[in-house]
T-cell receptor, first 110, second 117 residues
Framework: GQNIDQPTEMTATEGAIVQINCTYQ??????LFWYQQHAGEAPTFLSY????GLEEKGRFSSFLSRSKGYSYLLLKELQMKDSASYLC???????????FGGGTRLMVKP | DAMVIQNPRYQVTQFGKPVTLSCSQT?????MYWYQQKSSQAPKLLFH???????NEADTPDNFQSRRPNTSFCFLDIRSPGLGDAAMYLC????????????????FGPGTRLTVL
């Protein structure tokens, strides 16, 4: 079976740094996606990690440790528009299937 | 711009009245997916097509059916909607696995929000 854990909600201040953690247990693993989803909108792709380590893309970075079943998304220089849900989605071996975590709702305050 | 399009964006139907949601894509992707997302929950995969091959998730109710007449279009049919089927329905596309990490990304349409009265 699949089990994905991420915090339900987080609050941070504009301009700060926030780290959203995700732990997973999947029957097969072949990479992990992070998606951003604003309220009432579709998820949009943020990052994809398949090897251990840190992938940096502008203000957003994502880290993966396959041996620990752990990933995090790091958001720097937070902006108000970063208020959204962030979905952790491991990819299982069977095809290109994603299993989404429940998402972390991030609220950025002035 | 290449994209995934869903129509309508908002759909209202009556309890038990069949409804069809549509998805089209200009990305020329082989794989298309339908997800159901209820409020404050994760998207849940209902089924997917690899070209014309249909793959149903084990826990997808029989009330949900799908058609893919060609590469570009995919439809979600809900035969007898219940109040519990009110949700956002998301269509996504991707290339087949094996093209590489970037090509494995799923691209989502804007979703159709279904209300059942």
């Amino acid at each position: 079976g699949q089990n994905i854990d991420q915090p339900t909600e987080m609050t941070a201040t504009e301009g700060a740094i926030v780290q959203i953690n995700c732990t997973y247990q999947t029957s097969g693993f072949n990479g992990l996606f992070w998606y951003q989803q604003h309220a009432g909108e579709a998820p949009t792709f943020l990052s994809y990690n398949v090897l251990d380590g840190l992938e940096e893309k502008g203000r957003f970075s994502s880290f993966l440790s396959r041996s620990k079943g752990y990933s995090y998304l790091l958001l720097k220089e937070l902006q108000m528009k970063d208020s959204a849900s962030y979905l952790c989605a491991p990819k299982v071996d069977a095809g290109n299937m994603l299993t989404f975590g429940g998402g972390t709702r991030l609220m950025v305050k002035p | 711009d290449a994209m995934v399009i869903q129509n309508p964006r908002y759909q209202v139907t009556q309890f038990g009245k069949p409804v069809t949601l549509s998805c089209s894509q200009t990305l020329n992707h082989n794989v298309m997916y339908w997800y159901q997302q209820k409020s404050s929950q994760a998207p849940k995969l209902l089924f997917h097509y690899y070209d014309k091959d249909f793959n149903n998730e084990a826990d997808t109710p029989d009330n949900f059916q799908s058609r893919r007449p060609n590469t570009s279009f995919c439809f979600l049919d809900i035969r007898s909607p219940g109040l519990g089927d009110a949700a956002m329905y998301l269509c996504a596309t991707s290339r087949p696995q094996g093209w590489g990490p970037k090509e494995d990304t799923q691209y989502f349409g804007p979703g159709t929000r279904l209300t059942v009265l």
